[in-house]
């Protein structure tokens, strides 16, 4: 679809879903994106408040229907509970494929300001936070990934993955049997920088796609990973001590950062593995 059809396709859907602006100009800008959404802001001529608006596109879990139940439903669950907690922009509207948020002009954190051990650890505490949020309303009560590794097994091109299936199928054994990374938690699943908004001094989170109950550990393995993809170098332990720092404070738990580091460790080739298949 071409980027004329795609700002069409937004402004018939955002006069749909707020009747209010059926008369409206409206002025749609492309926004960045990603591989499972297409992203736009959207204008009213002489309001200073805009609308933020994403277009869902097919992903992996299209193909599964234990994913897509869950994905459809918990994504809904965790925007709206986020956006009621003050932790994501505020929720406006919601169609099959389509969310409108308030716009954050802040817009998402850069890159670069990750020099900042400060922000590390403020950003651990913003995932602390997250997941400390009620564990009722999703639509299962097991770890996201559990399925979604099943669902890579299943898959009818398994066979030619380049991830051995044994290294799938033993990735649990990798894991930790007990701590608090292994706890069951509000997961976001795609936890990183470009996900995750500023308002003023506050950091918000946003794009619910992947989100879910899954285990702690995995959000923070999988923002350390994210990390090392865009530098070609893992966090420093600086940086990571700085992030767990944040997170146990915003949970309240008074736990060894050393310990919980090492927990975290044990689910980075799970994380490595679900966004490799998802991208």
């Known amino acids: 679809m071409s980027v004329e059809d795609l700002i069409a396709t937004c402004k018939e859907k955002v006069r749909e879903l707020m009747p209010q602006l059926a008369e409206t100009e409206l002025i749609v800008t492309p926004q960045h994106g990603g591989y499972s959404a297409d992203s736009f802001s959207v204008r009213i001529p002489g309001q200073e408040a805009a609308l933020f608006m994403r277009c869902q596109k097919s992903g992996p879990e299209d193909s599964d229907p234990v994913l897509q139940r869950r994905g459809s439903h918990d994504q809904q669950h965790m ?64 770890p996201w990934v559990d399925d979604y590794l099943l669902a890579i097994l299943n898959a009818k091109d398994a066979n030619d993955f380049s991830v051995p299936r044994e290294s799938i199928e033993n990735a649990k054994s990798r894991w930790p049997i007990e701590g608090l990374a292994m706890t069951l938690v509000p997961s976001h699943g795609d936890f990183h920088v470009g996900n995750v908004l500023q308002r003023g001094e506050e950091l918000l989170i946003t794009d619910f796609e992947n989100s879910g109950l899954n285990y702690a550990g995995y959000d923070v393995a999988f923002f350390f990973y994210q990390y090392f993809l865009e530098s070609d170098v893992y966090p420093r332990l600086d940086q990571r001590e700085a992030f767990a720092r944040g997170y146990l404070a915003a949970r309240g738990r008074d736990e060894n950062v050393h310990r919980f580091l090492l927990q975290v460790e044990c689910f980075a080739p799970k994380a490595l593995l679900t966004e490799g298949f998802a991208g």
Request: proline fraction near 3%; glycine fraction near 16%.
């Open 79 to 142: 925007r709206q509970m986020m956006s009621s907690f003050g932790l994501g922009p505020r929720a406006l509207a919601t169609g099959a494929g389509f969310n409108i948020d308030a716009f954050e002009e802040g817009g998402a954190v850069d890159f670069l300001e990750l020099k900042d051990n400060a922000l590390w650890e403020k950003l651990g505490g913003l995932l602390g936070k997250i997941h400390d949020a009620p564990l009722e309303g999703f639509s299962a009560q097991t």
